[in-house]
T-cell receptor
Framework: NAGVTQTPKFRILKIGQSMTLQCAQDMNHNYMYWYRQDPGMGLKLIYY???????DKGEVPNGYNVSRSTTEDFPLRLELAAPSQTSVYFC???????????FGPGTRLTVT | AQSVTQLGSHVSVSEGALVLLRCNYSSSVPPYLFWYVQYPNQGLQLLLK??????LVKGINGFEAEFKKSETSFHLTKPSAHMSDAAEYFC????????????FGAGTRLFVKA
């Protein structure tokens, strides 16, 4: 049981490049989330999903896109990377929306 | 509207001293409350949760928290700090009002001095 896995662990992008952050969970959780964490700012919700085929925006969705074609996977797409997207990105999952969330190890992204 | 406030972005204690990390919430409906811990370069992991059962909740690593409805608080305590407790701690409130919402506090970094 691997829990929540994220790839890659680190990535450096040039301004304007695109990339996909991968997230997978093997706990059969309905809910999945993407957060970004900036120093001293806590967690900001980017997007979330309540089940396969259903996604919705969080607090800071601009510049990102998601899809949820299976229960297990929830990739986050960055189009036209900008320096403001330099951050640590965490994927999380929970069985229901009120339940505790299980977090992946994070992806540290730098855009230069 | 729901919110969560953690008092103090940094807390420093000596090894063996009491740890007290403060969390206040606002919620118009009975909340679920959580404390998470984040060690350097890792994701968050659950320390403990309150889901409307016992008001004193025990978690991992000797931590506990007490839900006080009258004070809208959910402070985290540990009687005796260890060096290994140095980490960032996040309080979170989760409510369901026409759809779920979990809100995280800004976090409190705990330093433990030898």
């Amino acid at each position: 049981n691997a829990g929540v896995t994220q790839t890659p662990k680190f990535r450096i992008l040039k301004i304007g490049q695109s990339m996909t952050l991968q997230c997978a969970q093997d706990m059969n959780h309905n809910y999945m989330y993407w957060y970004r964490q900036d120093p001293g700012m806590g967690l900001k919700l980017i997007y979330y999903s309540v089940g396969a085929g259903i996604t919705d925006k969080g607090e800071v969705p601009n510049g990102y896109n998601v899809s949820r074609s299976t229960t297990e996977d929830f990739p986050l797409r960055l189009e036209l990377a900008a320096p403001s997207q330099t951050s640590v990105y965490f994927c999380a999952s929970s069985y229901q929306g009120r339940d505790e969330q299980y977090f992946g190890p994070g992806t540290r992204l730098t855009v230069t | 509207a729901q919110s969560v406030t953690q008092l103090g972005s940094h807390v420093s204690v000596s090894e063996g001293a009491l740890v007290l990390l403060r969390c206040n919430y606002s919620s118009s409906v009975p909340p679920y409350l959580f404390w998470y811990v984040q060690y350097p370069n890792q994701g968050l992991q659950l320390l403990l949760k309150y889901t409307s059962a016992a008001t004193l909740v025990k978690g991992i690593n000797g931590f506990e928290a007490e839900f006080k409805k009258s004070e809208t608080s959910f402070h985290l305590t540990k009687p005796s700090a260890h060096m290994s407790d140095a980490a960032e701690y996040f309080c979170a409130v989760s409510v369901t009002t026409g759809g779920f919402k979990t809100i995280f506090g800004a976090g409190t970094r705990l330093f433990v001095k030898a």
